[in-house]
């Protein structure tokens, strides 16, 4: 789709009720496949590539009101006036962005792992606080040590076996983002703060967190519930900052519940 001057890679599959995904930093439609498949069981889904990530225009500059000003874009081409928004990591911030500037337009809103500010992305801040151990180590080594890091303790090998293999799938696919693009993903994060703006949105608002999230902690998932009007907030015992891929079946069950209006959830 030819959106904000750029084209976005947009992904829809079901029918039903609108529900929008966003994917996290550095991340892209592929890999909310399981999500996708799931959603559209029951709802209309679209999911979409942000700018500067998988098969979007990857633009040397751009800002996280430019992902925010995108997804209101997507939802103007295809004529949705309202919508369920889910978002995850970097998803979530956006997510946060459009149920604050335009609550008329998100009738639920999910965030999965998320905060509500940072001086930088939640990788960056954990990179750097392991730059001495990562000293000397190439792009692809450091992508493999954050990914290792990113998981519960109890998450099986299986799993992590998965995530490296599907790392490497992407790099073959040419979908992993440069150095250059990855720095320009970081910068979009710098400095972004909704804590004043979160009482603004309208959408009953589901928060789930990681219990093992090294990147965004559970107090960070409690302030943004806790700043929302009408939030719910829940931990993933058996999750870190990957709870689609370490515990996707229950992730899943609270979010059909919590679409379904069933309190609780």
């Not at 709870?243 to 609780?264: N, Q």
Request: no cysteine.
């Amino acid at each position: 789709m030819h959106v904000n001057g750029l084209h976005l890679h947009v992904h829809e599959a079901g029918r039903g009720e609108p529900l929008v995904l966003l994917h996290g930093l550095g991340s892209n439609v592929t890999a909310l496949a399981p999500d996708i498949e799931h959603f559209a069981r029951t709802h209309r889904v679209i999911a979409l590539d942000s700018r500067g990530h998988g098969r979007s225009d990857r633009p040397a500059h751009y800002t996280l009101q430019d992902h925010i000003d995108d997804v209101v874009g997507v939802l103007d081409a295809l004529h949705l006036d309202r919508v369920a928004l889910m978002g995850s990591s970097m998803g979530s911030y956006v997510a946060q962005g459009v149920a604050t500037q335009h609550p008329h337009r998100v009738g639920r809103l999910m965030l999965v792992t998320p905060k509500a500010h940072g001086q930088t992305s939640s990788s960056a801040r954990f990179l750097a606080a392991h730059a001495a151990e990562l000293a000397g180590r190439t792009p692809e080594q450091i992508s493999a040590f954050l990914l290792d890091h990113l998981f519960a303790p109890t998450t099986p090998a299986s799993v992590r076996e998965a995530a490296r293999a599907f790392a490497a799938e992407q790099a073959r696919a040419g979908l992993t983002l440069t150095p250059e693009q990855q720095l320009a993903a970081n910068r979009a994060l710098e400095g972004f703060d909704f804590r004043a703006a979160l009482p603004r949105v309208t959408a009953r608002t589901l928060v789930l967190s990681g219990r093992h999230d090294p990147l965004n902690t559970v107090a960070d998932g409690e302030e943004v519930a806790r700043l929302i009007p009408n939030a719910t907030f829940m931990v993933l015992e058996r999750a870190g900052h990957l709870p689609a891929l370490e515990d996707a079946a229950h992730l899943h069950t609270l979010v059909d519940a919590f679409l379904a209006g069933r309190e609780g959830a």
